[in-house]
């Protein structure tokens, strides 16, 4: 049973278009968190939310808007895409928003933007 | 600021090879320090963790000792397989705890 999951794995979509990323979790994990890895592996914070509220949302354009219905759900929605946007968005979660070690991460969604 | 330093990669070894991937932070105040791993294909996943100066975090064979005074958590195995290939991250907490800072990570392929 996967702890966290993320649909779609693989994206593949033409600029100017709208995707959504899922994310689940069932560990009744506290917090929530996506993250964007480039082609050169480096790993950036973009936005967590605690028991579905916003708490960290780092310079990220407009275009991508979190949205967690429920503190099992975070899903990734991005508007008008662009080249730069291609890259592996992975979703993580911890227990609690203070941190004491371990951050579960999904396997990542690959999105292509052609 | 808060930050990570990992040695450049790719790092390609032969089989039962020593490893040794460095790792330097700032921080302020009192982190804790992890490694973790990203095979193939695959989510990261924490390898080891230390939590304060002088720990030793080990798993797998990989050890990692925190040393304040250098403010280095350098990730050693004394003898690769081909299945510690990987990207292996160097990652920081500070003690308000609600963020993780990674490094740049550092790609290793051992070869048979």
């Known amino acids: 049973d996967t702890a966290v999951s993320q649909t779609p794995k693989y994206l593949v979509t033409q600029m100017g278009n709208d995707k959504s990323i899922k994310c689940e979790q069932n560990?009744?994990?506290?917090?929530m968190y996506w993250y964007k890895q480039d082609s050169k592996k480096f790993l950036k914070i973009m936005f967590s939310y605690n028991n579905k509220e916003l708490i960290i949302n780092e310079t990220v354009p407009n275009r991508f808007s979190p949205k967690s219905p429920d503190k099992a759900h975070l899903n990734l929605h991005i508007n008008s895409l662009e080249l730069g946007d291609s890259a592996v968005y992975f979703c993580?979660?911890?227990?609690?928003?203070?941190?004491?070690?371990?951050?579960?991460f999904g396997e990542g969604s690959r999105l292509t933007v052609l | 600021g808060n930050s990570v330093t990992q040695m450049e990669g790719p790092v390609t070894l032969s089989e039962e090879a020593f490893l040794t991937i460095n790792c330097t932070y700032t921080a302020t105040g009192y982190p804790s320090l992890f490694w973790y791993v990203q095979y193939p294909g695959e989510g990261l996943q924490l390898l080891l963790k230390a939590t304060k100066a002088d720990d030793k975090g080990s798993n797998k064979g990989f050890e990692a000792t925190y040393r304040k005074e250098t403010t280095s958590f350098h990730l050693e195995k004394g003898s690769v397989q081909v299945s510690d290939s990987a990207v292996y991250f160097c990652a920081l907490i500070t003690n308000t705890g609600n963020q993780f800072y990674f490094g740049t990570g550092t790609s290793l392929t051992v070869i048979p």
């Open positions: 993580a979660s911890s227990q609690t928003q203070i941190l004491t070690g371990e951050l579960f």
């Open positions: 560990l009744g994990h506290d917090t």
